[in-house]
């Protein structure tokens, strides 16, 4: 049996913690900057979990993380 390839994509983007929890960051902080207040830059910089909707699929992109 061939091993599994990791999606790559998927493993820049998700990082799996010490408790099993994927990490990712937040979208909308590349561009068109200018309209979104300081509070709103601020809060995506900021770490967060995967939703739980989505921990299963992403899982099986990361067979080895």
Do not use: C
Not at 5 to 21: D, L, M, N, P
Not at 24 to 46: C, E, G, P
């Amino acid at each position: 049996m061939p091993k599994m390839k990791t999606k790559r994509a998927a493993e820049k983007r998700f990082h799996v913690t010490g408790s099993g929890k994927l990490k990712r960051m937040k979208a909308y902080k590349s561009h068109i900057l200018t309209k979104k207040s300081q509070k709103t830059k601020r809060n995506l910089r900021k770490a967060t979990m995967t939703d739980a909707t989505n921990v299963k699929v992403m899982k099986k992109l990361l067979p080895y993380e």
